[in-house]
């Protein structure tokens, strides 16, 4: 399975674009790349997925490199709201062992100052 | 509102003792799953269930136990073989664990912290 690699922190200034950062190098071609987000002591909350095209919606982008090896988060105008733990993560391929599972890693601890 | 419950939101169980966590959903998502999150670590798979009636363990199913006997209701027993149970653990939905649409757009509940004292 493909496995990620982000930045453990980030900080950003209120306002300001955040972009996290996310390296997923043996992604395949059937593999999407999912994020989600996770406030202290809440459960996660999907935010955005995408295959190869870029993404938007209504909380926040999501560029793939043309490689797809690697892909940006860019939340437009960050908040305080925002600060929280930033899961980047690739889907298991359709058959393998661990099909129907998302694993989370440790993600990117974003925090948003004023 | 549909939706994804966990209860209760604190737990304290004594050594020794079983303690069941419930996860009910309303939103006829096929799959559901349990994970364990420790104080600054990711999450980790305990078990997870695509249909009613049938589920598989995840990476750390040792000491727990689940049933899905209904689609709405994923129980999570937490068994006196757990040795360190004190944990966060989330309850999950999707609605098809098959990627028939790419979908892995998880619901998950507030979760639940158990304490073992």
């Known amino acids: 399975d493909a496995k990620t690699t982000q930045p453990p922190s980030m900080d950003c200034a209120e306002g300001r674009a955040a972009n996290l950062p996310c390296n997923h190098s043996t992604i395949s071609g059937n593999e999407y790349v999912y994020w989600y987000r996770q406030i202290h002591s809440q459960g996660p909350q999907y935010i955005i997925h995408?295959?190869?095209n870029n993404e938007t919606n209504e909380m926040a982008s999501l560029i793939i490199t043309e490689d797809r090896k690697s892909s940006t988060l860019i939340l437009p105008h960050a908040t305080l709201r925002d600060t929280a733990v930033y899961y980047c993560i690739v889907s298991p391929p359709t058959g393998g062992t661990s099909y129907g599972k998302l694993t989370f890693g440790q993600g990117t601890i974003l925090t948003v100052h004023p | 509102d549909g939706g994804i419950t966990q209860s209760p939101k604190y737990l304290f169980r004594k050594e020794g003792q079983n303690v069941t966590l419930s996860c009910e959903q309303n939103l006829n998502h096929d799959a559901m799953y349990w994970y364990r999150q420790d104080p600054g670590q990711g999450l980790r798979l305990i078990y997870y269930?695509?249909?009613?009636?049938?589920?598989q363990k995840g990476d750390i199913a040792e000491g727990y136990s689940v049933s899905r006997e209904k689609k709405e209701s994923f129980p999570l027993t937490v068994t006196s073989a757990q040795k360190n149970p004190t944990a966060f653990y989330l309850c999950?939905?999707?609605?098809?664990?098959?990627?028939?649409?790419?979908?892995?757009?998880?619901?998950f509940g507030s979760g639940t912290r158990l304490t073992v004292v």
């Open positions: 999950a939905s999707s609605i098809d664990s098959l990627l028939r649409t790419g979908n892995y757009g998880y619901t």
């Open positions: 269930s695509q249909i009613v009636n049938d589920f």
């Open positions: 995408g295959l190869k």
